[in-house]
């Protein structure tokens, strides 16, 4: 399990990586011939930590957001500076996702929940509006 937790680390994002390194959390451990002791751990350590737990209980790995760069464009593909935003649909509520613009046009929305019913996506530029509400796309 430890080599399966490992492989899953090396192929998150460098974004999803700084989250789990921003992370911090007492866990419960039991070395070999001992009690439980309690341990704080962070980054990687905790990652593995929480994915083996996963593994051995679910036999799943660990379920993490999306991460999805949505590009607003014209009908040519060049870059339009303007506001893109993506949201999804909890109880008949539409929740908005934290986004950062990475460069004009750009945007990156970094902890998309799994598993949602619908989202939507939608931009505004100067000069264009955008011509549906294309829900249950992706």
């Given at each position: 399990?430890?080599a399966?937790?490992?492989?899953?680390?090396?192929?998150?994002?460098?974004?999803?990586?700084?989250?789990?390194r921003r992370?911090?959390?007492w866990?419960?451990?039991?070395?070999?011939?001992s009690?439980?002791?309690?341990?704080?751990?962070?980054?990687?350590?905790?990652?593995?930590?929480?994915e083996?737990?996963?593994?051995?209980t679910?036999?799943?790995?660990?379920?993490?957001?999306?991460?999805?760069?949505i590009?607003?464009?014209?009908e040519?593909?060049?870059a339009?500076d303007?506001?893109?935003s993506?949201s999804?649909?909890?109880?008949e509520?539409?929740?908005?996702?934290?986004?950062?613009?990475?460069?004009?046009g750009n945007?990156?929305?970094?902890?998309?929940p799994?598993?949602?019913?619908?989202?939507r996506p939608?931009?505004?530029?100067e000069?264009?509006?955008?011509?549906?509400?294309?829900?249950?796309q992706?």
């Open positions: 399990m430890l399966q937790a490992s492989r899953h680390w090396s192929h998150l994002s460098p974004s999803q990586k700084a989250d789990w992370q911090i959390r866990v419960s451990r039991i070395p070999p011939g009690k439980s002791e309690d341990v704080i751990l962070k980054g990687r350590q905790l990652f593995i930590s929480e083996i737990h996963s593994l051995a679910t036999q799943k790995q660990l379920v993490l957001p999306y991460e999805l760069c590009m607003l464009v014209d040519d593909l060049n339009l303007g506001d893109l993506l999804y649909k909890v109880a509520e539409w929740v908005f996702c934290e986004k950062d613009e990475i460069v004009t945007w990156l929305f970094s902890t998309v799994t598993e949602k019913a619908a989202y939608y931009g505004e530029a000069g264009y509006i955008d011509p549906e509400l294309p829900e249950l992706f």
